[in-house]
């Protein structure tokens, strides 16, 4: 095992188009695309796009799509601890104008405890706060280990306070914000006294507020793509998640900040493509972008 990553799972439905109708109208989408979907869900499989070896611990029910989904994660050789549900969970998405409505139906009623994983060799874990149990015990885990723990803070959870002391790098999300009624300065000072190494949060097209190493707080921008290829933002901070997991699997050693223009980059593709499938970036695709994205004043 190089790397595990805990959440739940989704099959999203994107829809591409012009207006979501209402009452009895009808309306044709300009296109659309089936994918997995879920935040740790999708890090996963990006992190495994880039090159790398991924388990996952996520909901799996018996049914139609939940076989779907394995096969997804057969594609990209992802090993599949299934945490059993009686139906999957679905999402559908409309992307429109760099924004994104999203309509979800989640079953998270586990049947089952967490698996019992044997996690010698584990390099890095990455979690979003679903499945509460089975992320504390392998934060834990982890962290006695000496393996990098990360989180992707979307949103409150039950436990959110109590499993930041077990996390090396939290990036959260401005509504962590303002459930939690902070700002996003007095975030990066929450994060730093629950003793993360890394911290930060993104504010989409305006990029990233962030503290490193130091505990220096900086600002990454986000690349500057235009308009006109912006397709389909949801799951972009997702790719940004599995893309910095990846960055730092191919080198433990360098700079958070590496590490994150890395995964702006990966992220930056994302949103030129329809569906979390399609939006999933290679190494050269992601070399592509910083080539010719990157400028002295972003980097």
Same mark, same amino acid.
């Given at each position: ?10 099959i999203?439905v ?18 659309f695309?089936v ?47 299934g945490r ?17 409505a999203i ?26 706060g ?20 990360s989180?992707?803070g979307?949103?409150?959870r ?6 930041l002391a077990?996390?090396d ?7 962590l914000?303002?459930?939690m ?13 629950r ?20 505990g220096?707080? %900086?600002? $990454?921008? *986000?690349? /500057?793509? &235009?308009? =006109?290829?912006v397709?389909?933002?949801?799951? @972009?901070?997702?790719? !940004? ?5 990846a %960055?730092? $699997?191919? *080198?433990? /050693?360098? &700079?958070? =900040? ?6 702006? @980059?990966?992220?930056? !593709? ?29 980097a």
């Open positions: 095992m190089e790397s595990l990553f805990i959440g739940q799972t989704y999203d994107t829809m591409l188009a012009d207006e979501m109708p209402s009452g009895d109208d009808k309306a044709v989408a300009r296109d695309a994918s997995f979907g879920g935040n740790a869900v999708t890090a996963g499989f990006c992190t495994a796009r880039l090159g790398h070896s991924v388990d996952m611990i996520t909901s799996l029910a018996d049914d139609w799509l939940g076989r779907m989904f394995l096969d997804m994660a057969a594609k990209y050789q992802i090993s599949v601890h059993k549900v009686r139906r999957s969970s679905l999402s559908f998405i409309m992307p429109h104008e760099g924004k994104r309509l979800r139906a989640r079953d998270d009623e586990y049947l089952h405890p967490l698996p019992q994983l044997n996690i010698a060799g584990c390099r890095a874990l990455h979690l979003d679903h499945q509460a149990d089975a992320a504390m015990h392998y934060a834990r885990a982890c962290r006695e280990r000496g393996v990098l723990t989180l992707d979307g949103g409150l039950s436990n959110t306070h109590e499993l077990f996390i790098v939290a990036i959260c999300s401005t509504r914000c303002e459930q009624d902070m700002t996003l300065p007095a975030m990066l000072d929450y994060l730093k006294s003793g993360c190494r890394i911290g930060g949060v993104t504010e989409g097209e305006k990029g990233m507020l962030w503290y490193d190493e130091t220096e707080v %900086s600002r $990454l921008p *986000a690349l /500057d793509v &235009p308009a =006109a290829k397709i389909d933002t949801s799951g @972009a901070g997702d790719v !940004f998640h599995g893309a910095y997991v %960055s730092y $699997l191919d *080198a433990p /050693d360098a &700079p958070w =900040a590496e590490h994150f223009r890395y995964a702006r @980059a990966a992220s930056a !593709f994302k949103v030129q493509h329809l569906g979390n499938e399609a939006g999933l970036p290679t190494r050269e695709d992601v070399d592509a972008i910083r080539k010719a994205y990157e400028t002295n004043r972003q």
